[in-house]
């Protein structure tokens, strides 16, 4: 796969909803999170064409709840999938189509590394206690839902169930239909773990040279 457009994940939103691959107009947005030092970014650009929105939350600590943040976010995404009428296409080069149309947009999916994952997503990446006797968990979001209406109702814990919260991005009409909710970014990750390992290591062999010293 080259193209974002090529991927199955789209491919079924174009499927299932139908109207946005009739018109190519309609908006598909990624939604990605990370933690980010301001002072180091010299220039931040993107190809002509596509749009880069950026909200950063400023603070020494990681946010606790970002579904606060991500509310009016949701709120515009809500409204987007409902369509807004009466757009107009100030394009020269558009022949074939009505300048004036509504609009729609869905979010594609949602990109982090893994603790990003967490706190984007509401679920718990460690620390959580499985219970090994019970079958494979299922990425069925329809699933999820029922287990977290039990914790709701105090049938089940929530540490069994492995959640922290139910996502604001549920709020979504469709976003239990989308076939992938949630990606990681390999890249992020790998550096995360290499830079564990390298930690691990030094510190490991600074306490052996200490040892043998005495």
Known sequence: MRLVADSPAVQHVEQT???FRREPRHLRFGLASDGVSPYGVKKLASKKGFLLLALIIP????VKNIDIYLEPLVEELQLLWTG???VYDGR????????WFTLKGVLLW????????AQVSGFQTSGAERNTTEPPIPLDMYWWEQRWRDVEEGRIPAERVGLKRWSILHRLPYWKDLMIQHLLDPMHIEANVTKSLIKRIFRRE???TSETSM
């Open 110 to 117: 949602t990109m982090h590394d893994y603790p990003g994952y």
């Open 84 to 86: 807004v009428d009466d």
């Open 206 to 208: 600074r306490w052996q």
């Open 92 to 99: 020269t080069e558009r022949i074939g189509r009505d300048r």
């Open 17 to 19: 909803w139908p109207e």
């Open 59 to 62: 603070g020494p600590k990681k």
